[in-house]
């Protein structure tokens, strides 16, 4: 049973637009997400994060929306670099009590020039 | 150090024979997690140090997998009589609290092949 899932394997947009990416999660329990960017033969590094308690969470050009009523949380990237193509990883903890992230399978995001 | 170093980088061995995995977390980070991840997943959660305590090793596949932090710093994964199956790339994780809503610095990985 996967409790953290994202949908699309891959999605490519032009350099300069707007890039969503998506996440959805199944077990209400979750209260802490976060974004990873993984390059390849590099292990993943943290982008972006965000508590239940809010709903939205802004760095630069990427921004994290969670909207918990649906169990979703999408990152949006603005605008997009060719720099940014990698496999993206949302992952999904509880705080009180747990300490494990479960990880979705990735989005492989490509940034055409 | 100033990352999360692991070693080797790429291990290949023969069906059967004995592996360890060697990872260095960031200095005086507490926890420390060891993820699994095959081609085209993401990381699954293995196992769970909190300084040199192994809190959870749910996630470990078999009894043929192993972890330990005695010192609570350097931690090996250790995997007995490799399988086809355990080909994957092991990812070490630490971050400086124990408890959820701590970000995971992750180390490069140790990308296993078993012939």
Redesign the interface.
């Given at each position: 049973d996967q409790q953290?899932k994202?949908n699309s394997p891959s999605l490519s947009v032009q350099e300069g637009r707007i890039s969503i990416l998506n996440c959805d999660y199944t077990n209400s329990m979750f209260?802490?997400f976060?974004w990873?960017k993984k390059y390849p033969?590099?292990?993943?590094?943290?982008l972006i994060?965000i508590?239940s308690i809010k709903d939205k969470n802004e760095d630069g050009r990427f921004t994290v929306f969670l909207n918990k009523s649906a169990k979703h949380l999408s990152l949006h990237i603005v605008p997009s670099q060719p720099g940014d193509s990698a496999v993206y990883?949302c992952?999904a903890?509880?705080?009180?009590?747990?300490?494990?992230?479960?990880?979705?399978?990735?989005t492989r995001l490509k940034v055409l020039a | 150090g100033a990352g999360?170093s692991q070693s080797p980088r790429y291990k290949v061995a023969k069906r059967g024979q004995d592996v360890a995995l060697r990872c260095d977390p960031i200095s005086g980070h507490v926890?420390l997690?060891w993820?699994q991840q095959a081609l085209?997943?993401?990381?699954?959660?293995l196992t769970?140090f909190q300084n040199e305590a192994q809190?959870?090793k749910s996630?470990l596949p078999s009894d043929r997998f192993f972890a330990e932090r005695p010192e609570g710093s350097v931690s090996t994964l250790k995997i007995q009589r490799t399988q086809q199956e355990d080909s994957a790339v092991y990812?070490c994780?630490s971050s400086r609290e124990?408890?959820?809503?701590?970000?995971?610095?992750?180390?490069?990985?140790s990308r296993l092949t078993v012939l």
């Open positions: 953290v994202q209260d802490y976060l990873y033969a590099e292990g993943p590094t943290f994060s508590s990883f992952a903890s509880y705080t009180s009590g747990t300490y494990k992230y479960i990880f979705g399978t990735g | 999360v926890s997690f993820y085209g997943q993401g990381p699954e959660f769970y809190l959870d996630g990812l994780a124990g408890g959820g809503a701590n970000v995971l610095t992750f180390g490069a990985g």
